[in-house]
Antibody, heavy 122, light 108 residues
Framework: QLQLQESGPGLVKPSETLSLICTVSGDSITSSNYYWAWIRQPPGKGLEWIGFMYFSGSTYYSSSFKGRVTISLVTSKKQISLRLSAVTAADTALYFC??????????????WGQGTLVTVSS | EIVLTQSPATLSLSPGERATLSCRASHNLNYYLAWYQQKPGQAPRLLIYDASNRASGIPARFSGSGSGTDFTLTISSLEPEDFAVYYCQRRSNWPPAATFGGGTKVEI
């Protein structure tokens, strides 16, 4: 059974870079034809898609983040990383990693981590 | 930029009643729409993908319909565990992308 676990600093200072890791167990992160995703949820608000990484390493980001975001694979450690630069208080959110269901459920997300809360504050 | 508008924002119903949730897109999505349920303190749970396909383990009381710009999630008879927030999500095949709607809260 695929399991995802987000981790990282719970507090980041304004203008710095937020760095999170999603550790994957139960399947290979390079298994063919899967999309990995990062999604966030500000406290009390809705879900916001940040970006996808395809199993091949290709990345696709929401235009809302205007070049601030990088998603990458750390294959040897079975991890997917998220980096978000120049953070402000508006980046305070619960950050989720997720994976889609494969070609039959492309970019629909049946697998989620439990999320990690990041607060941006000095 | 494709915008998903969910309505109503809040739906107040009783157990056993039928719930009808709407998701309207600003552009044609074909059938590329999913629905999720989220309870407090939990990650979202995929209910429906590609407009009308139930995800694994999802009860038959959940059904999705629609295509193009208008989509509906129906819960035929509300169970106590169904009171939650529901989100729609569109996908784009190229370039790969996603957008979530603002959510509908189904409350007792």
């Amino acid at each position: 059974q695929l399991q995802l676990q987000e981790s990282g600093p719970g507090l980041v200072k304004p203008s710095e870079t937020l760095s999170l890791i999603c550790t994957v167990s139960g399947d290979s992160i390079t298994s063919s034809n899967y999309y990995w995703a990062w999604i966030r949820q500000p406290p009390g608000k809705g879900l916001e898609w940040i970006g996808f990484m395809y199993f091949s390493g290709s990345t696709y980001y929401s235009s809302s983040f205007k070049g601030r975001v990088t998603i990458s694979l750390v294959t040897s450690k079975k991890q997917i990383s998220l980096r978000l630069s120049a953070v402000t208080a508006a980046d305070t959110a619960l950050y989720f990693c997720a994976r889609d269901g494969g070609p039959e459920q492309q970019m629909a997300l049946p697998y989620w981590g439990q999320g990690t809360l990041v607060t941006v504050s000095s | 930029e494709i915008v998903l508008t969910q309505s109503p924002a809040t739906l107040s119903l009783s157990p056993g009643e039928r719930a009808t949730l709407s998701c309207r897109a600003s552009h044609n999505l074909n059938y590329y729409l999913a629905w999720y349920q989220q309870k407090p303190g939990q990650a979202p749970r995929l209910l429906i993908y590609d407009a009308s396909n139930r995800a694994s383990g999802i009860p038959a009381r959940f059904s999705g319909s629609g295509s193009g710009t208008d989509f509906t999630l129906t819960i035929s008879s509300l169970e106590p565990e169904d009171f939650a927030v529901y989100y729609c999500q569109r996908r784009s095949n190229w370039p790969p992308a996603a957008t979530f709607g603002g959510g509908t809260k189904v409350e007792i």
